[in-house]
Antibody, heavy 119, light 108 residues
Framework: QVQLVQSGAEVKKPGASVKVSCTTS????????VHWVRQAPGQGLEWMGW????????EYAPKFQGRVTLTRDTPISTAYMELTSLRSDDTALYYC????????????WGQGTLVTVSS | EIVLTQSPGTLSLSPGERATLSCKAS???????LAWYQQRPGQAPRLLMY???SRATGIPDRFSGSGSGTDFTLTISSLEPEDFAVYYC?????????FGQGTKVEIK
């Protein structure tokens, strides 16, 4: 069965960086885009960007351009999201999710990774 | 960026009642690029509808979607206990992808 399993919760200080992993199984990793979406406590969903695991091509939301980097390690079917220069308002649950093409609904999601930014 | 506005913010209904949720876009969205999600407390979002009116795998037929252009609707014909949740619309016509702010369907 399709699974996206994310790394565990992180606590970071302002100004630091965080790297979250998303390990996939049950499908061909290179055939699906991986998106990253975050959700601040009690708030809605915010799209951050996607990576095409086959080509390595990425697209980022303008809000995160310059602070987020999406990468992948295809032999282990894992995608990564790194966010730098963390601020308190980056405290959120970060999800990975997949789509068959870039512009499609996300049909499987990871369980989410809580990133807390606090001094 | 395309702004999606969902209404109402909260919908208070009883099991068995019909729910009608609205999603309005700040500019036209091709139906193919509009999706709906359900999020239950403590869970990741789940894809309900894609291409505005097509049910995702395993979604019961009490869920239906409609609309075009700037106005889209999600209808739940008869609410089951597990349907009380938050619902989001999303567009991917243009980058960045954007979500509505959500509609909470709560038990009256």
């Amino acid at each position: 069965q399709v699974q996206l399993v994310q790394s565990g919760a992180e606590v970071k200080k302002p100004g630091a960086s965080v790297k979250v992993s998303c390990t996939t199984s049950g499908y061909t990793f290179n055939d699906y885009y991986v998106h990253w979406v975050r959700q601040a406590p009690g708030q809605g969903l915010e799209w951050m960007g996607w990576i095409n695991p086959d080509s390595g091509r990425t697209e980022y939301a303008p809000k995160f351009q310059g602070r987020v980097t999406l990468t992948r390690d295809t032999p282990i079917s894992t995608a990564y999201m790194e966010l730098t220069s963390l601020r308190s308002d980056d405290t959120a649950l970060y999800y990975c999710a997949r789509t068959y093409i870039a512009a499609a609904g996300t049909d499987y999601w990871g369980q989410g990774t809580l990133v807390t930014v606090s001094s | 960026e395309i702004v999606l506005t969902q209404s109402p913010g909260t919908l208070s209904l009883s099991p068995g009642e019909r729910a009608t949720l609205s999603c309005k876009a700040s500019q036209s969205v091709t139906s193919s690029y509009l999706a709906w999600y359900q999020q239950r407390p403590g869970q990741a979002p789940r894809l309900l509808m894609y291409a505005a009116s097509s049910r995702a795998t395993g979604i019961p037929d009490r869920f239906s979607g409609s609309g075009s252009g700037t106005d889209f609707t999600l209808t739940i014909s008869s609410l089951e206990p597990e349907d009380f949740a938050v619902y989001y619309c999303e567009q991917f016509e243009a980058s960045p992808r954007t979500f509505g702010q959500g509609t909470k369907v709560e038990i009256k």
